[in-house]
């Protein structure tokens, strides 16, 4: 006798673990937090002390150069030309350390902010920004203008915007540079709120003290750390975080990532966060009928047990990830090169299972997938030379296990009051013979 399910059990239940069946990731050892790192981790912001690219030609003034490195600064023109901040040589910028400084322009419009992303650095993370500002030294700021300092305000996404002043310079002398009034070691604290945050530096200073928008608070040498999120192990595979794309600091759709780097095996790379990717078990579920031992003897019987798995994530379909063709897609082998792994996405087979149960007894079959959870980055190979011209893809994949294979369980227990109930339920049956000329069959009774 067989039920569709397995019903819950009242008694002791017996479990035999047959065996991996299907070899679909690594040990589930909890990741470490690194919340338990003191102080955080290094970010690496690009170009953070603005040297790049290099300050040619004379150091007498500042130096208006094409966009800093990494960094987005206003609107540029056909030549590449920045008009959102100015370069100052250490010789000019008066920083004590000899540091590059730039000058944030007037607030006149958004596109006159200076701003970078903060790659490696995770939705909630806790990051703290350290920097140095000072007044500045332009030629067009008058003593008026800086004797109070000068306001500006910085932003990272996800946390509040913070309103600065810089140290005032009484003592400002018209037309002198390497002077300045600098602060080292400002800092700003912020929770990101998406992965990549958007760090922002704007120049709130307004007329009539900013001359033609060359009048501006200074900052240099910023650095950041961050304390990473813990992994969260909660998310089902079938509401993974969405794909999000990147083209320097600029956001783009996944769909013109995936045609960039599906365009040729060679144009990208991709890295797996290491810490965020992690194989696991999924909770175990019935698979096939419940058999019922109605009988007064021990039953032995073969089973087959059918596993099969399959694949998540949001990527188009030209990606081919996850895989499903016969031939990897060029993202799928990107995806085999960078993780060392080669999963079979969509994975089915069959084993047989041998029953043994008691009289009185229930036996079914119970499987276990082993999965593997992927996070990671699809980014430009080789890493452009200008980081505005870099494409970043974060995708997170779902797929059966390459080392971790799944569980079968035959299991046994006893009978439900039900179960019991139709194991003693009276046989149909009938007086043989009825009749002369009735047959047996036709009118039984219980």
């Excluded at 003693?424 to 049956?429: A, D, E, G, P, V």
Aim: contains cysteine.
């Amino acid at each position: 006798m067989k039920t569709p399910h397995a019903p819950a059990r009242t008694g002791a239940v017996r479990v035999a673990v047959i065996g991996g069946a299907l070899c679909l990731g690594l040990s589930t050892t909890a990741q470490p937090s690194h919340a338990d790192q003191p102080g955080g981790q290094p970010v690496a912001v690009i170009n953070g002390d603005f040297a790049l690219p290099a300050i040619t030609g004379t150091t007498a003034t500042y130096v208006s150069t094409p966009y800093v490195h990494g960094w987005s600064a206003g609107v540029t023109n056909g030549a590449g030309v920045s008009y959102g901040v100015l370069r100052y040589p250490g010789t000019n910028s008066g920083h004590p350390g000899g540091k590059v400084a730039v000058m944030l322009r007037s607030p006149v419009a958004a596109t006159y902010s200076f701003m970078q992303r903060l790659r490696g650095v995770r939705a909630g993370a806790q990051v703290t920004v350290t920097f140095d500002d000072s007044p500045g030294v332009a030629p067009q700021c008058t003593p008026a203008a800086v004797a109070a300092g000068q306001p500006y305000t910085v932003e990272g996404v996800g946390g509040a915007l913070s309103e600065r002043t810089t140290a005032p310079d009484p003592d400002k002398k018209v037309n002198t540079l390497g002077t300045g009034a600098w602060r080292l070691g400002q800092s700003y604290t912020f929770t990101a709120g998406e992965n990549e945050p958007l760090l922002t530096f704007i120049s709130q200073v307004g007329a009539p003290n900013n001359a033609n928008t060359n009048c501006g608070p200074m900052i240099a040498d910023v650095r950041a750390v961050h304390i990473p999120p813990p992994v969260d192990k909660t998310i089902p595979k079938s509401a993974l975080p969405a794909s999000e794309a990147f083209y320097g600091n600029d956001r783009r759709t996944v769909a013109d990532a995936v045609n960039y780097c599906a365009g040729a095996l060679g144009r990208c790379v991709f890295t797996p966060e290491e810490a965020y990717s992690y194989s696991y078990y999924e909770p175990a579920q019935v698979n096939g009928d419940t058999y019922i031992n109605c009988t007064r003897n021990a039953l032995t019987r073969t089973r087959p047990v059918t596993l099969a798995g399959r694949s998540y994530g949001d990527l188009p379909a030209n990606a081919g990830l996850p895989g499903g063709a016969a031939a990897a897609s060029v993202m799928a082998q990107q995806f085999t090169a960078g993780s060392s792994t080669s999963p079979d996405w969509n994975p089915s087979l069959t084993r047989s299972v041998t029953e043994v149960f008691q009289p009185s007894e229930v036996s079914w079959v119970e499987t276990q997938a082993g999965r593997r959870r992927v996070e990671g980055w699809f980014t430009s190979n080789p890493t452009p030379a200008d980081p505005q011209t870099e494409w970043r893809l974060y995708t997170v994949l779902d797929h059966p296990s390459t080392d971790l294979s799944d569980r079968i369980y035959q299991r046994t227990g006893p009978m439900t009051a039900f179960e019991k109930q139709r194991c003693q339920s009276n046989r149909l049956t009938a007086p043989t013979p009825v009749g002369a000329s009735t047959p047996a069959g036709a009118n039984r009774t219980p």
